[in-house]
């Protein structure tokens, strides 16, 4: 499986983006889906994950966030709203398929004050 993020840039602390992350291959399915993060000098975390029953989210993107799935696309999204200082990283999204994990190239978001 091959990802291919986009949608990272530079916006203002309030405001909005939209992530895309589009697989290769006819399984994506049976991917669970995720977004990752990674700020500098952190560690890797993860933001929002789906499947085809449940969405979860990291405690601080509650409310703010939003994963969804286009299967029909391939395609997962993540709708950033209220954008914080502290959100700023470069995301990544993440496939897995029973133990194995897929990552794409990883796209940067910027939030200045």
């Known amino acids: 499986v091959q990802l291919q993020a986009s949608g990272g840039g530079l916006v203002q602390a309030g405001e909005s983006l939209r992530l895309s992350c589009v697989a290769s291959g006819s399984i994506f399915r049976l991917l669970a889906m995720g977004w990752y993060r990674q700020a500098l000098g952190k560690e890797r975390e993860l933001v929002a994950d789906?499947?085809?029953?449940?969405?979860n989210y990291a405690d601080s993107v509650k409310g703010r966030f939003t994963i969804s799935r286009d299967n029909a696309k391939n395609t997962v999204y993540l709708q950033m709203n209220s954008l914080k200082l502290e959100d700023t990283a470069v995301y990544f999204c993440?496939?897995?398929?029973?133990?194995?994990?897929?990552w794409g190239q990883g796209t940067l978001v910027t939030v200045s004050s």
């Open positions: 993440n496939a897995r398929l029973f133990q194995k994990n897929f």
């Open positions: 789906i499947t085809e029953v449940r969405t």
